[in-house]
């Protein structure tokens, strides 16, 4: 029996190194949102603002976004990449939200036709850590408000 468990351990973790899928790197902040609708509001601007099209991944009741791929072919294997930006809301109470972000990358790995999108041979790459934080950057800047003075 335990040397079942060790044998499907291994597979696994055999099967995880194989499949070449890299770990996701999220960017966790607070923020304060006056309602959900205003929160949504500046979540699919802030995609638009930052080069992601929206996609149909976008969930308002669940406030999860998915946005369409942002595609930049090259003409060499390995520089050509696609990115799609990930946003999770928690609600935390008292208008605020937990927020996570995440710019999952991949890159075209097709050496014939890198520069024919039918063609692409897309491999998981590490996430766009620095595009994630651009993202929660304009979320944050839109909903910042500054009283002004009397």
């Not at 003409?75 to 972000?101: L, S, W």
Request: proline fraction near 5%.
């Amino acid at each position: 029996m335990i040397q079942r468990l060790i044998l499907c351990f291994a597979l696994a973790l055999v099967s995880a190194c194989v499949s070449g899928k890299k770990p996701a790197q999220w960017i966790d902040a607070t923020l304060t949102a006056p309602s959900d609708s205003i929160l949504w509001d500046v979540t699919r601007l802030s995609l638009q603002k930052t080069g992601f099209p929206l996609g149909t991944g976008l969930e308002r009741g669940k406030l999860l976004a998915v946005s369409g791929w942002h595609t930049s072919l090259a003409p060499f294997k390995g520089d050509g990449f696609r990115e799609r930006a990930h946003i999770e809301y928690v609600p935390q109470g008292d208008r605020k939200y937990g927020v996570k972000v995440r710019v999952e990358r991949e890159i075209n790995q097709d050496i014939t036709h890198p520069l024919d999108l039918s063609y692409a041979e897309w491999e998981s790459d590490r996430d766009n850590v620095t595009r994630a934080q651009i993202v929660l950057g304009y979320v944050r800047a839109m909903l910042e408000t500054k009283s002004t003075p009397k």
